[in-house]
């Protein structure tokens, strides 16, 4: 198994930035996908970003443009930059974790809360 731990969310006016991180303990981090996820209020689950071990990443259509997401393999971490941020980005932020050949992400964080103002 792989534990993920989210961190970076806070409060940003909109068309500010906000960098997330995904921190993972385990020996095997990169033999993960990563994804990053995010659920507003009332609103069902919403696919955000993936990468694969090699780097090769996949965004949804709502972020595409403004979002970027990369890995350190070495340090165990992913990262979701966030750029020109708009109101209906609030939402809890989480990541998640499958292996290349898995159909589902089975490993899950916490989350954390991403507010854009005005």
């Known amino acids: 198994q792989v534990q993920l731990v989210e961190s970076g969310g806070g409060l940003v006016q909109a068309g500010g930035s906000l960098r997330l991180s995904c921190a993972a303990s385990?020996?095997?981090?990169?033999?993960?996908?990563i994804g990053w996820f995010r659920q507003a209020t009332g609103k069902e689950r919403e696919f955000v970003a993936s990468?694969?071990?090699?780097?090769?990443?996949t965004y949804g259509d709502s972020v595409k443009g403004r979002f970027t997401m990369s890995r350190d393999n070495a340090r165990n971490t992913a990262y979701l930059q966030m750029n020109s941020l708009k109101a209906e980005d609030t939402a809890v932020y989480s990541c998640?974790?499958?292996?290349?050949?898995?159909?589902?992400?089975?490993?899950w964080g916490q989350g954390t809360q991403v507010t854009v103002s005005s």
């Open positions: 998640a974790a499958r292996r290349l050949t898995a159909t589902v992400y089975g490993f």
């Open positions: 990468i694969t071990r090699s780097g090769i990443t």
């Open positions: 385990g020996r095997t981090f990169s033999d993960y996908v």
